[in-house]
T-cell receptor, first 116, second 113 residues
């Protein structure tokens, strides 16, 4: 089954304790992205990657890191989490269009993170 | 810049009522347009899409037509069910080097039995 998986689904942590949220897709998609969803603010892109070793900032990258060492995986790293990073996080993947741009994105189930 | 504007919710309907959720966009060039649905506790799922003017996307009884003259992509369904209760997001993707999906703020639909 074609899917995007994320782990963990729920995480409660304390300020400053490094954490990683994993994301994996089995569709051989070049493009992967992380979003956060907050009430009243909709979905905001954190980082994206167009292929292995190619990453770029989205709209709200501060406080986050990513890496893309393999095509299928795109982990999100919070090196020193703070309470304002409490949010619902989604990973997504997509094919790249040959003319530029991306096709529809496929989303993971989400990770609800609480930082106290 | 590029943006998507959706009608504010929540939209509350009775079962079997007609649904319209308005979506308008601002974009240069010829974007692709999408509707995503988010059921409670789940991630976003692609509901339908349209890639060029006058295209009609349809799925599960939902329809939306890409109207370039009015820069709109309104979501419609003739008869809603309780199971359609969810948050609906309109989105656009410019098919150029922007490599970004731009979302509207989402519209919550609540269908009562």
């Amino acid at each position: 089954e074609a899917q995007v998986t994320q782990n963990p689904r729920y995480l409660i942590t304390v300020t400053g304790k490094k954490l990683t949220v994993t994301c994996s897709q089995n569709m051989n998609h070049e493009y992967m992205s992380w979003y956060r969803q907050d009430p009243g603010l909709g979905l905001r892109q954190i980082y994206y990657s167009m292929n292995v070793e190619v990453t770029d900032k989205g709209d709200v990258p501060e406080g986050y890191k990513v890496s893309r060492k393999e095509k299928r995986n795109f982990p999100l790293i919070l090196e020193s989490p703070s309470p304002n990073q409490t949010s619902l996080y989604f990973c997504a993947s997509s094919l790249l269009a040959t003319s530029g741009g991306i096709y529809e994105q496929y989303f993971g189930p989400g990770t609800r993170l609480t930082v106290t | 810049g590029n943006s998507v504007t959706q009608m504010e919710g929540p939209v509350t309907l009775s079962e079997e009522a007609f649904l319209t959720i308005n979506c308008t966009y601002t974009a240069t060039g010829y974007p692709s347009l999408f509707w995503y649905v988010q059921y409670p506790g789940e991630g976003l799922q692609l509901l339908l899409k349209a890639t060029k003017a006058d295209d009609k996307g349809s799925n599960k009884g939902f329809e939306a037509t890409y109207r370039k003259e009015t820069t709109s992509f309104h979501l419609e369904k003739g008869s809603v069910q309780v199971s359609d209760s969810a948050v609906y997001f309109c989105a656009l993707s410019r098919m150029d080097s922007s490599y970004k999906l731009i979302f509207g703020s989402g519209t919550r639909l609540l269908v009562r039995p």
